[in-house]
């Protein structure tokens, strides 16, 4: 039976003295990976971990977080990430938490705690002869290994199981995201998040290195060709000192949202080549959109990746023409069913063999998929349907700006207010970007009347999966100050 577990440490005999993982403390071979991936299943045996266990992990060291996931795989268990809601423990029914430093909270109690230390890269002879039998992996394909988390934009979590079988499927499409033989890579994603753990044990498949370490310096002497975030990780990390002279990296794989224009720019300025996908949890890999400078549109998300069918319906659930705007539809090999004790998100979501995102878009005569809003931000204000998402890819496209999200301002006794966050490039200077937004607005029908305000802010608020919060964004719009536009005059 398949288990893309073991499949991976078959490279600690095909290359074991090649490096696995590359950290700024030293290195892990592919030997000493297996047998570190070994010794902790061995533990985890002897602190009760079975195949009808569930383990929260709640680790920080890279290396450890990435050896434990691995471990729970050889021995056929689940595991889930332990930042779950409290209102949500329940549904996941724990059974261990692993940790590796005392903890203080009173995350999962009924669970049985088991900490992690160094004595764990060494099996007693007692405990291997134990359970040397017990390591056998999963018992069916279908059996659940990770339960993941959407980027919970809406307030909401929500939770997915992948089986063994989903996850060998999605890691076997080594050619969605690598480019290279072998290939180097780095994440900017936070362990154990459900993108972290896909493109590490991709490159671990191919027999390629992990390098962990966010520094640039350290990934341009480990010869990184790749590097993973969602823009908000890009953008922190873009801001780290490095030298100004250091050679760019080959590619820039951005997964999360599509890139304004002088986002874009600034992550040229590091990287030759820029892949812009788009997808999700649901579904892994949808589309990629390959870029040597600023795109062209905003809203072009790029070429569908093979082992996609994407269908745009109309209101009546009907597959929609080229360049028609409608529902966006995803269907492939590796979707999930469902969400996790949520029947009614399911319901919405999981529809005729299709997931459906709730994104708005088209595809245009040569296949190409735009999106063009989300179903959740076409807000009514003051009795007029507005997409944030279309005012945001308006503004975004303005020179000046790197980054922008549109918010509503309820008034209980005035109309709404469309309200306007922009983080500026650089340092350009605000009096020119607010001139160039007035003409863009003021020429929209969209927004000619309805958008006077914007609040500049260092940052717009994103979750780690570079989504939008627009909870945070709303909240925020109560306290800041914000900059009236200046009149619209036209130029021509």
Known sequence: MANAIFDILKSSVLSPGATAVATQNGNVTYLVLAQMCWCYAVRMREEGVTEDSCTAIAVTNPVVALVSIMAVGLIGGRWVQATTPASQRDDLGITHLLHEAPLTDALFPAARRVLIDTSWRAVPADVAARHIHDINGNRSPDDVWMISQSSGTTGTQKFMELSYANFFRRNAKTAL?????????????????GPWVSYNLRTLRLQGMLVMGKSLDFMVQSNVQKVFGSPKQFDQWLEMDAAPLLPKLPIAHVAGATLPPAFAKRILGRFNIIHNFYGGTEVGGVARNVLTGPAADIRCVGAILAGNEVAILDEAGSPSGPNEEGRVAISNNVMVDGYLADEEATRQSFRHGYFLPGDLGFLDDEGLLYLTSRLSDVVNVSGSKTSLFAVETLVAACPGVADAACGVLRNANSQDQLMMM???????????????????????????????NVCIVPAIPRNENGKISRAEVNAALLTLSSVQLPPWKSRY
Do not use: C, Y
């Open 177 to 193: 995201t690598h480019d290279f033989r072998p290939v180097i890579t780095a994440s900017l994603f936070a362990r154990l998040t």
């Open 422 to 452: 922009v983080k500026l490039a650089g340092n350009v200077a605000a009096g020119a970007v607010m001139q160039d937004l007035a003409e863009i607005l003021g020429k929209s029908p969209m927004t000619a009347g309805k958008l006077r």
